[in-house]
T-cell receptor, first 111, second 114 residues
Framework: DQQVKQNSPSLSVQEGRISILNCDYTNSMFDYFLWYKKYPAEGPTFLIS?????DKNEDGRFTVFLNKSAKHLSLHIVPSQPGDSAVYFC??????????FGTGTSLTVIP | DAGITQSPRHKVTETGTPVTLRCHQT?????MYWYRQDPGHGLRLIHYSYGVKDTDKGEVSDGYSVSRSKTEDFLLTLESATSSQTSVYFCATQSGNGGNQPQHFGDGTRLSIL
């Protein structure tokens, strides 16, 4: 059974607006959460992470929010740029090594 | 990324044949991983290694074996390939233990089993 879920397969956003990508998980033991970005024919690349002791982590245009009680995290991209168009995966782990990935959300930023 | 090379990048083979995929890293990372990516499933962990000759199973390990005889190389073997193993395979490395250490991925191997 999928322990990490991304329920929106795709998202389209106008350039300059905010992109919000969502991720839900079922295992309350998960302590580490990461977001990866993937372009076609390439491997995923690390974007941003958060641990369970925090509820927000920010890096430039990217912010990740964690709501442990709801078992929910989200990635905010502000402002969105055409180069952000990619598939975004969230991943979670309780050990820091075995990560469980969501199914991905394909983001399209429209110029 | 992180000097990870996967070979081959593409392979087409027949059911029942053995297949070995290779992952080579130049970063001296301790941990190495093999994932498969399939539509509707995201990336799923097949096997991982936490050191030379030290490996463990992931969530979809049936039908796969791995070996790590050197820090830089991690091999994934399909002893007798089946059509259900048609997928894109990604290798990843991680420098240390801990969720604040992100995994770095290779560019994948697209494997088709006919």
């Amino acid at each position: 059974d999928q322990q990490v879920k991304q329920n929106s397969p795709s998202l389209s956003v106008q350039e300059g607006r905010i992109s919000i990508l969502n991720c839900d998980y079922t295992n309350s033991m998960f302590d580490y959460f990461l977001w990866y970005k993937k372009y076609p024919a390439e491997g995923p690349t690390f974007l941003i992470s958060i641990s369970s002791i925090k509820d927000k982590n920010e890096d430039g245009r990217f912010t990740v929010f964690l709501n442990k009680s709801a078992k929910h995290l989200s990635l905010h991209i502000v402002p969105s740029q055409p180069g952000d168009s990619a598939v975004y995966f969230c991943a979670a782990s309780d050990t820091g090594n075995q990560f469980y990935f969501g199914t991905g959300t394909s983001l399209t930023v429209i110029p | 990324d992180a000097g990870i090379t996967q070979s081959p990048r593409h392979k087409v083979t027949e059911t029942g044949t053995p297949v070995t995929l290779r992952c080579h890293q130049t970063e001296n990372h301790r941990y190495m991983y093999w994932y498969r990516q399939d539509p509707g499933h995201g990336l799923r962990l097949i096997h991982y290694s936490y050191g030379v000759k030290d490996t463990d199973k992931g969530e979809v390990s049936d039908g796969y074996s791995v070996s790590r005889s050197k820090t830089e190389d991690f091999l994934l073997t399909l002893e007798s390939a089946t059509s259900s193993q048609t997928s894109v395979y990604f290798c990843a490395t991680q420098s240390g233990n801990g969720g604040n250490q992100p995994q770095h991925f290779g560019d994948g191997t697209r494997l088709s089993i006919l």
